[in-house]
T-cell receptor
């Protein structure tokens, strides 16, 4: 079984400040890791993914994440946020196999203010 | 051209009714999914089909019945709707089960009154 923990339900931050959204996972097998963003009243959009290879992954909108196997973490970072980054962010985990599924964390609300 | 499209976008209905939500993907993916997002934004998988074959069936009341006429379509039929079924339902697809990320539809907001 796999699970994802997003430690912060809400993260308030001022515009142009850096931000880190935390994600830890648990799995007994090798995993794939993802970050999705959900803007108000919209579907989920893939920000970035880690499948294998380099542990530092760059995504859209200036976001990046680092896979840390020893700490079972996949934290999302952005060096300078914009008001338009205000949204719900979901970390998710899956693995290979016909019965695999994407398991989501509970989400982190990023609130960017002036 | 929308990759994963769901209809309707909004659905308001009375308790006890039967309703369907349709989903179509034009990405050529083999696997499709239904997820439920509750009022606290928690996303939970309901069903998954791979090439029209059911491969994941989570603990979902049997009032919910998915149907996949072909690998590009996955519909969700709900019988005897209850207040607790109110949620946003998302369809998604992927090339292979679990891998490489999913493409999500824009969701169907179901409100049972």
């Amino acid at each position: 079984a796999q699970s994802v923990t997003q430690l912060d339900s809400q993260v308030p931050v001022f515009e142009e400040a850096p931000v880190e959204l935390r994600c830890n996972y648990s799995s007994s097998v090798s995993v794939y890791l993802f970050w999705y963003v959900q803007y108000p009243n919209q579907g989920l959009q893939l920000l970035l993914k880690y499948l294998s290879g380099s542990t530092l992954v760059k995504g859209i909108n200036g976001f990046e994440a680092e896979f840390n196997k020893s700490q079972t973490s996949f934290h999302l970072r952005k060096p300078s946020v914009h008001i338009s980054d205000t949204a719900e962010y979901f970390c998710a985990v899956s693995h290979t196999g016909t019965a695999s599924k994407l398991t989501f964390g509970t989400g982190t609300r990023l609130q960017v203010t002036l | 051209d929308t990759a994963v499209s769901q209809t309707p976008k909004y659905l308001v209905t009375q308790m006890g009714n039967d309703k369907s939500i349709k989903c179509e993907q034009n990405l050529g993916h083999d696997t499709m999914y239904w997820y439920k997002q509750d009022s606290k934004k928690f996303l939970k998988i309901m069903f998954s089909y791979n090439n029209k074959e059911l491969i994941i069936n989570e603990t979902v009341p049997n009032r919910f019945s998915p149907k996949s006429p072909d690998k590009a379509h996955l519909n969700l039929h709900i019988n005897s709707l209850e207040l607790g079924d109110s949620a946003v339902y998302f369809c998604a697809s992927s090339q292979a089960p679990g891998g490489d990320g999913y493409t999500f539809g824009s969701g169907t907001r179901l409100t049972v009154v």
